[in-house]
Structure formats: C-alpha cells, structure tokens
T-cell receptor, first 114, second 112 residues
Framework: SAVISQKPSRDICQRGTSLTIQCQVD?????MFWYRQQPGQSLTLIAT?????????ESGFVIDKFPISRPNLTFSTLTVSNMSPEDSSIYLC???????????FGPGTRLTVT | GNSVTQMEGPVTLSEEAFLTINCTYT??????LFWYVQYPGEGLQLLLK?????DKGSNKGFEATYRKETTSFHLEKGSVQVSDSAVYFC???????????FGTGTRLLVSP
C-alpha cells in the first residue's frame, strides 16, 4: 500500500489567481495521477504525472490551465491556474504501485473559488 | 471502450439490512475490478478487488464476485451498519490502457 498526503487540505481562492497543490507519497511509485471530483460527481482523470517529463493530459484538460510537475518518484504538484468558480472541486492525487494494480488516493484538496 | 455502470442512489437501508449495489462493466480483454469507498469529507479508500473471473474480493464484511459471464461485480454485505454510510464506486482497470475507469458512484445511507 501507499500513504499519500496532500497540501493544502482546503482553500478558498479568488477568481483569476492560481493555487498549487502538493502530493507526497511515503514510498517510490511508478505512476501518479491527478483527478478532479466535482460536487456529488464521480472522479475525472486530469492527467498522469510523469517523472522527469511532461505530464500526459486527458481530453479537455490542458497544460496551461493545469501545469503539473513531478521531480521525483514520491512528489508531484498540480497548479490550478487563472481560477474561475467552475474550478471549485476536490482535487485528488493518486498513485499506483508497481507489481500490482492497486491504486491509492490522497485525502483530497477541497478548492472553492469565489 | 471501457465503462462501468452502477445503480443509481441513494440506497437507503436500516441497520442490519442486507446490501446489494449493482455494478456491470464493458471492457476489452480481462480487466481487474475494484470497489472504492468514500466516507464524508474524505478521499477514496480501496475496499476490495478481484483480478480474474470467479475471484471473490472481500473486506470489512463486504464482498463482490467477478462474474465474467454477466460482466458484473456486485457489492454485497450481509448486515450494514450506520458507519457504512458512504459513497461506493465501482471501477475497472484494463491493464492495456493503464487508466482506472470509475462508475458514477452510489450513495448508501444507513439509519439506526
């Protein structure tokens, strides 16, 4: 298994600003992901964070809006840029350990944009 | 493509009732199947999994059997508790595509 922490746990931001969310894992993992969960909805994959290279974004998500870094095998950041109220969501970091196909999730960052 | 369909909620039960949450899937190949649980205000926790046909995953009194012939992975529990109130997500991982695909989630409300 893997233990994942995220910072901040929640934030209230003004439109037009940016927020960077940090994800720290207690062990080296091969795959890291960022998801968005809008209120009362299921999870939507934003991107796969690749160590040492550009993230792989899903349809509907772009690097300029959601830049991602992954400098090593235990840490990643997601920035939500130029925020609007539509970006109000829970953002979840997730990892998959090598050798099995179990995927684990962080506690989430609850973002409210006013 | 790959997809997961769950029964719509909320599912409302009294304590000690029997629980079934239906999940069916569409996938190419032989996916692994998962149930995740999200308690209020928290992230997702892996509840159980099954990686091949006829496997039964179980945890905390919950169980689900991977049925290839009916492409289903229904979640069951013999006697629910108030503390089981949460949202339950069925998911599949088709290893060829490397992405976890989620159902829409089913909210379970258990009253004393």
């Amino acid at each position: 298994s893997a233990v994942i922490s995220q910072k901040p746990s929640r934030d209230i931001c003004q439109r037009g600003t940016s927020l960077t969310i940090q994800c720290q894992v207690d062990s080296q993992v091969t795959m890291m992901f960022w998801y968005r969960q809008q209120p009362g909805q299921s999870l939507t994959l934003i991107a796969t964070a690749n160590q040492g290279s550009e993230a792989t974004y899903e349809s509907g998500f772009v690097i300029d809006k959601f830049p991602i870094s992954r400098p090593n095998l235990t840490f990643s950041t997601l920035t939500v840029s130029n925020m609007s109220p539509e970006d109000s969501s829970i953002y979840l970091c997730s990892v998959r350990t090598s050798g099995d196909y179990e995927q684990y999730f962080g506690p989430g960052t609850r973002l409210t944009v006013t | 493509g790959n997809s997961v369909t769950q029964m719509e909620g909320p599912v409302t039960l009294s304590e000690e009732a029997f629980l079934t949450i239906n999940c069916t899937y569409t996938a190419t190949g032989y996916p692994s199947l998962f149930w995740y649980v999200q308690y209020p205000g928290e992230g997702l926790q892996l509840l159980l999994k099954a990686t091949k046909a006829d496997d039964k995953g179980s945890n905390k009194g919950f169980e689900a059997t991977y049925r290839k012939e009916t492409t289903s992975f229904h979640l069951e529990k013999g006697s629910v508790q108030v503390s089981d109130s949460a949202v339950y997500f069925c998911a599949l991982l088709n290893t060829g595509f490397q992405k976890l695909v989620f159902g829409t989630g089913t909210r379970l409300l258990v009253s004393p």
